[in-house]
């Protein structure tokens, strides 16, 4: 026993010594935070603040990185570019206010609409920022209603000399601009009044987009082409938890316009994006792929709310660009739109550029299911004549409408266990509107 307990004694010292010896485990520190007031930023309306504010991002960046605060208050600024290693954060009741004189925002080499081409920066600029954050739960104000009012008076000036005018016509700064990056999250934010775009990701992977607010009006003064999110050549974008109302797409697919768009390096595909627990409120259309698309692969849409009566997928088809849509699926969508799908032909700036090419777009793999919804009308299907469609299947679709037929151009799409007006309905033949008819037979 003696031994026994001289054993346990041992033992137990060692185990005591080696307890008190052991290294504490290292935990990360937080981010050092640079407070733009400390910088020199102030609240007054007449003053910009984008000195202080770059600023303090530089010194951040020279430091090795941290965190660019906004507090309480309103904060005028001009285009801010952010660096490698540092993050913004608006607390409660910050705002940050763009400028509304583009001279603030300088022109620089850019992308737009689709194109390689200079344009003006965006209020809030990250290029090559791995790791980039935006958090809230402040705002970013892009301060837009001088642009829109010059677009809206630059447009009816060109209509009445029987000119059309473009949307670059009429120079607006985006809200975000964020290209290149990767691991780039924007959370917890309220995105108002951009210019132009609302957030415009470019060259990204690995993106999350959460808990955002992002709003621009219908009235009194319309914000024209106020995307809520433009998803250009990225891969793996997550969008959950966000309410989006914009004069325009609320969630636009993009990639590259053109005959020869494909044959670019600086135009590619959009894979991967998942959307989520989102609602909708007043959009041109909650998903759309187009109008600069190449290619769109593995797009998914789930458990979204829609407050609006526009569609809910919009497919712009373009007649002078070779464009692939597949492998999309809408599930579980509920409250009032438009249409579920619209598949119209897109001539919006038409332009062959001398090509001889003769583009078309290919449709296929597309699943809406599980969807009780009111509706103006249930589908509208008639790309253009070339387009290539197969595979849409419309599954578990229950919906009311003032309109008891749509228009289906295509004999192959399927419905399963879809009713409208409480009548089931299939499809019919190619060119004849869709109507009461019976379902498929169960799986």
């Keep these: 026993m003696k031994i026994l307990a001289a054993l346990l004694a041992t033992g137990l010292a060692t185990f005591s010594v080696a307890f008190r010896s052991a ?6 520190a937080p981010p050092k935070e640079y407070v733009i007031t400390s910088y020199g930023a102030g609240t007054d309306s007449t003053r910009l603040s984008t000195n202080a504010i770059q600023q303090a991002i530089d010194k951040a960046s020279a430091a090795g990185g941290g ?17 490698p ?23 620089i080499p850019s992308r737009m609409e689709g194109q390689k081409l200079d344009y003006y920066a965006a209020l809030v600029n990250a290029t090559k920022v791995n790791g980039f954050a935006i958090s809230g739960p402040g705002i970013i104000d892009g301060n ?9 008076a630059h447009r009816d000036s060109m209509s009445k000399a029987g000119k059309y005018a473009t949307n ?16 780039v999250t924007i959370k917890d934010v309220k995105m108002r009044n951009a210019g132009f775009w609302t957030t415009h990701l470019y060259q990204c992977n690995n993106v999350l987009i959460e808990g955002c607010d992002i709003r621009s009006p219908f009235r009194p003064v319309k914000a024209p082409s106020t995307d809520g999110v433009d998803i250009d050549v990225c891969r793996k974008v997550t969008i959950r938890n966000c309410y989006i109302s914009v004069n325009d797409d609320g969630i636009a697919i993009k990639g590259g316009k053109g005959p020869t768009a494909q044959k670019l390096p600086e135009n590619g595909p959009i894979e991967d994006v998942l959307i989520e627990n989102c609602t909708f409120g007043e959009v041109h259309a909650a998903l759309t792929c187009g109008s600069e698309c190449l290619h769109a692969n593995r797009i998914v849409m789930r458990n979204c709310k829609m407050d609006n009566d526009r569609p809910v997928l919009l497919f712009k088809m373009r007649p002078d660009t070779y464009q692939v849509y597949e492998n999309i699926t809408i599930d579980g969508i509920t409250g009032k739109c438009g249409t579920l799908v619209t598949l119209s032909p897109w001539t919006q700036f038409f332009n062959m550029a001398g090509s001889a090419e003769k583009p078309f777009g290919t449709i296929r793999n597309i699943r809406i299911a599980n969807v009780n919804v009111q509706c103006r009308e249930l589908a509208m299907l008639a790309g253009n004549p070339t387009d290539k469609v197969s595979n849409i299947v419309f599954k578990n679709v229950t919906a009311t409408s003032t309109k008891p037929t749509f228009t289906n151009k295509y004999p192959a799409v399927v419905f399963d266990r879809v009713t409208l007006n409480g009548a089931p309905v299939q499809a019919t033949k190619a060119d004849a509107p869709a109507g009461p008819a019976q379902p498929l037979q169960p799986d």
């Design 67 to 83: 965190t660019v605060v906004v507090p309480r208050g309103v904060f005028l600024s001009g285009a801010l570019f952010f660096k």
């Design 23 to 28: 290294p504490p485990v290292a935990h990360a």
């Design 85 to 107: 290693k540092t993050q913004l954060r608006l607390l409660a009741g910050a705002r940050l206010k763009g400028s509304d004189n583009i001279a603030d925002y300088p022109l």
């Design 144 to 152: 837009g209603l001088k642009f829109w009012k010059g677009f809206w």
């Design 168 to 183: 670059l016509e009429v120079h607006r700064p985006r809200l975000l601009f964020i290209w290149g990056c990767d691991n």
